[in-house]
């Protein structure tokens, strides 16, 4: 059975404090993996997608790596603005035509 | 250019009222997909539209869920007879082509079963 595991759960940062967020996969065949940002009352916001082992993508503050099972999201130097949860997905290439299956989220609390 | 959008941004029943949540993808996109979370959890999987083609619920709960896109655009996601355990914000989500991964989301429906 294809599934995200993201951790941690909850993460507090000093602002600049760089960190990572982990996203644990296990995917029939991988079509793509996704990183969403949610803010409270809000739908996900794209952020990145990756499609291969050893792909990097980048924006801002925000880095994210691929292997073959697992994603990173990098935050380095964060702002207090980079509070928000952040949302791992994969799709495959079975079944639906390209639905996403998502982690819990981590929820990411940075302190001015 | 206009995202994708969804209505009632909100919405209470009683518990046995028929529900019906609207969604506007954005213009020209071919794949619609609903989704629901649950509190502090992440979104799941409820079904997908290519164009006006329902070709996959496998994610709807039970037969009181039902999903229309009758021209191909704007969706409606009906809930039957709600039950407490409907509760949950549900997302939409649309795709320009087959081609093509990135889902954007709409803000998202807020359903509260009393």
């Known amino acids: 059975e294809d599934q995200v595991t993201q951790s941690p759960e909850a993460l507090r940062l000093q602002e600049g404090e760089s960190s990572s967020l982990n996203c644990s996969y296990t995917?029939?065949?991988?079509?793509?993996l996704f990183w969403y940002r949610q803010d409270p009352g809000k739908g996900p916001e794209f952020l990145f997608t990756?499609?291969?082992a050893g792909e990097e993508k980048e924006k801002e503050r925000l880095k994210a790596t691929l292997t073959k099972k697992e994603s990173f999201l990098h935050i380095t130097a964060p702002k207090p603005e980079d509070s928000a949860t952040y949302l791992c997905a994969v799709s495959n290439y079975g079944g639906s035509q390209g639905n996403l299956i998502f982690g819990k989220g981590t929820k990411l609390s940075v302190k001015p | 250019g206009a995202g994708v959008s969804q209505s009632p941004r909100y919405k209470v029943a009683k518990r046995g009222q028929d529900v019906a949540l609207r969604c506007d993808p954005i213009?020209?996109?071919?794949?619609l997909f609903w989704y629901q979370q649950a509190l502090g959890q992440g979104p799941e999987f409820l079904t997908y539209?290519?164009?006006?083609?329902?070709?996959?619920k496998s994610g709807l709960p039970s037969d009181r869920f039902f999903a229309e896109r009758p021209e191909g655009s704007v969706s409606t996601l009906k809930i039957q007879r709600t039950q407490q355990e409907d509760s949950a914000v549900y997302l939409c989500?649309?795709?320009?082509?087959?081609?093509?991964?990135?889902?954007?989301f709409g803000p998202g429906t807020r359903l509260t079963v009393l």
């Open positions: 989500a649309s795709r320009s082509a087959l081609g093509t991964d990135t889902q954007y």
């Open positions: 995917v029939s065949g991988l079509r793509g």
């Open positions: 990756l499609y291969s």
């Open positions: 213009s020209g996109h071919v794949s």
């Open positions: 539209f290519q164009n006006e083609a329902q070709l996959d």
